[in-house]
């Protein structure tokens, strides 16, 4: 008895003489502030709270596709695909008719979880494949993934702290946030965005509903997941690792693809649409080209259209690979791009169907005049010209490759160097490869080939086609030439030298370049302090937007009766409801095309109950000195000599400046 006593004595006493002296260090020695607790809080809720949304989306493919002829990293990538785009559906009908509240959005969520747990486990399942994967890879394809995850993880901490870039302040974030204030989803008469389709900003709004803006960038950088799952999965069984590892290499290595996974936009929804669409495609033409798998590539295709209407793009590509397989049976061409725009009308239909019921135009807001789009309006939107000359159509890709710069005129992207340059491997040792994979080559070739000719065309009519990111849905398929480019030249050998290792070497290189690049701009720009709570958020928004960030402060600071009209300044996210923004850039021109009066202006505006001006005066600057045919010269020094005769409020560093509308 005295032996169990003293021992149970003991044992209190190792326990709680440690754990005393613990507590009171860290009474007086904390290790973090409160704040940096709920910012660790917020990373956790968002991150969980995107996977929640992603879990959902799979579990309804899941649902609907069980038993996909796939790998099960392909298949839960479908899977997904297929999900969000119901989802996104979903959102829409009951936003539009419901309406678009919190409560109503957690009640959805936990009811679909109830609804699906079954098919949100099986494809929770599937994620178990990664180890196989990853088992069978060698240390150098492990190396490639490592360093993706690099890249990745920068872009992760893009996504966790405030928004910045500028499409997202634009209309990706604000349309939700603007229809979570109005309690629905409506017509935004001051955004001419909201006659855009919105597949992204549906899941958006879901996610910024529930824990705000950031969980919607970390949402879209899932979506960036899940391209990677999706790509290393569909070429992993065809053509081995090394194969899969590099076309997800070719991919990740451009910094553009990387950096804007986490920026809050659309484009990685498009291209897992795109990838969804090449898969099935490839499943059609192997799986003796049964019907129900053109109409789910068709399906995906429409879905890439209800996320930005020019991935259109996507169906012409499609349609032209489609009738170029059939070409042997002439008579089933017709059906197959039958039932192929069948299922590409079922998911674009809903969005023209919202345009034409709320202002008549389904197409809104382009072509046709309808609620806040006039002619003038219409007109100048479509003052517009090419980028470049004939090199421009001969040498696209590889114009694209070494003059596509971020931010950079033209095409205004950096994809990096192994799409291309793997890409033109793809045909050598054809012979080696068994059908199924001369099969594949072919698929992927024609997407390639088909892309390039309707990039080129398109070009040619508008610089806003030129932009590689028009063309993100269409980018597996150069990835997955670039694999198969990689796997083609790793058979050649010239007395000891094996080219494979280093054509390895090549792409740990480009891709240990690529991850370095995105940290340091991480680093650079204070993210992981700002995703982190170590940085104020206010600092850290006027670090990385200069003067717009002082002029948004003042402008929240004003009276709560005042509404300020911006002037060539299209952000609006961080000063609604008090601001609207000139989300065209044209609402001086179309005011002073109507009348040059400039009293009959200045009343109108006052009618219309603004109390301010907000004008970027650099803008204006620029557009003076670099001529614009939307922006005529005429029309800009009407706008200084409007502007002289109001005074100025504020003056943010000659960048923007804050007129009393009198």
Not at 99 to 119: D, N, P
Not at 336 to 344: E, I, K, P
Not at 379 to 393: A, L, R, S
Not at 425 to 449: C, D, I, S
Request: with cysteine.
């Amino acid at each position: 008895m005295k032996n169990s006593l003293l021992h149970w004595i003991t044992f209190l006493s190792a326990l709680l003489i440690p754990l005393l002296v613990v507590t009171g260090y860290y009474v007086t020695h904390k290790p973090f502030d409160p704040s940096f607790a709920l910012s660790f809080t917020l990373i956790g809720w968002r991150i969980l709270l995107a996977g929640w949304i992603l879990a959902l989306a799979g579990g309804m493919g899941a649902r609907l596709f069980p038993r996909l002829p796939l790998h099960p990293l392909a298949s839960l990538s479908v899977q997904a695909a297929l999900g969000l785009g119901l989802l996104a559906l979903i959102i829409l009908i009951i936003g539009a008719s419901i309406g678009a509240t919190r409560g109503l959005f957690a009640v959805l969520m936990l009811g679909l979880t109830f609804l699906l747990r079954r098919s949100i486990r099986r494809w929770l399942s599937q994620w178990r494949a990664w180890r196989e994967v990853i088992h069978a890879s060698s240390p150098a394809e492990r190396g490639i993934g490592i360093l993706i995850l690099i890249a990745l993880s920068a872009s992760l901490g893009t996504a966790l702290a405030p928004p910045v870039k500028y499409d997202a302040l634009v209309y990706h974030l604000t349309l939700p946030q603007a229809y979570l204030a109005a309690g629905k989803i409506t017509h935004v008469g001051w955004l001419m965005m909201s006659g855009y389709p919105q597949n992204a900003e549906m899941l958006y709004l879901l996610a910024i509903a529930l824990g705000g803006a950031s969980a919607a960038a970390v949402l879209g950088w899932g979506f960036a997941v899940l391209g990677l799952s999706g790509l290393l999965g569909w070429l992993y069984p065809r053509w081995g690792s090394r194969a899969a590892w590099t076309g997800c290499a070719a991919l990740f290595a451009g910094s553009t693809l990387v950096l804007s996974s986490g920026w809050g936009y659309v484009d990685w929804l498009g291209l897992l649409f795109g990838l969804g669409c090449l898969i099935l495609l490839d499943l059609w033409q192997k799986e003796t080209q049964q019907s129900r798998y053109l109409l789910l590539a068709g399906v995906f295709c429409g879905m890439a259209i209800g996320t930005k209407y020019p991935f259109g793009l996507l169906a012409f590509v499609s349609l032209a690979v489609i009738g170029f397989l059939s070409r042997r049976s002439i008579r089933g061409i017709i059906p197959r791009w039958f039932v192929f725009s069948l299922g590409t009308l079922l998911f674009a239909l809903p969005w023209l169907g919202k345009n034409l019921l709320f202002t008549g135009n389904p197409l809104y807001p382009f072509f046709f005049p309808a609620a806040e789009m006039d002619e003038i309006r219409i007109n100048i939107y479509f003052e517009d010209e090419p980028f470049g000359d004939w090199q421009d159509v001969l040498l696209l890709p590889l114009r694209a490759t070494i003059w596509g710069v971020e931010g950079g005129p033209g095409y205004g992207a950096s994809i990096g160097p192994l799409l291309l340059g793997f890409g033109l491997l793809a045909g050598l040792n054809r012979r080696k490869w068994n059908e199924a994979q001369k099969q594949n080559l072919h698929l992927t070739a024609l997407f390639v080939l088909v892309t390039w000719f309707f990039w080129a065309l398109s070009g040619r009519y508008t610089a806003y086609y030129l932009q590689t990111r028009m063309f993100y849905p269409m980018l597996p398929a150069f990835a997955a030439l670039a694999g198969i480019g990689f796997s083609a030249a790793s058979f050649i050998q010239i007395a000891s030298i094996r080219l494979q290792r280093i054509l390895t070497a090549m792409v740990i290189m480009v891709l240990a370049f690529t991850a370095l690049e995105v940290n340091l701009d991480a680093l650079r720009r204070f993210t992981p302090q700002a995703a982190l709570g170590l940085m104020e958020t206010e600092k850290y928004l006027e670090r990385n937007t200069g003067w717009y960030q002082a002029a948004m402060q003042t402008l929240r600071s004003l009276p709560p009766n005042s509404q300020i009209l911006l002037i060539y300044e299209p952000r609006a996210f961080y000063c609604r409801p008090h601001c609207q923004p000139d989300e065209n850039l044209d609402r001086w021109r179309r005011e002073w095309t109507r009348n040059h009066d400039f009293n009959s202006i200045r009343q109108q505006w006052q009618r219309e109950g603004f109390t301010h001006l907000l004008v970027f005066r650099s803008g204006v600057e620029f557009m003076k000195e670099n001529p614009d045919p939307k922006h005529p010269l005429e029309s800009l020094i009407a706008l200084e000599d409007f502007l002289s005769a109001m005074p100025v409020l504020e003056d943010f560093g000659g960048v923007y400046q804050l007129y009393l509308l009198k």
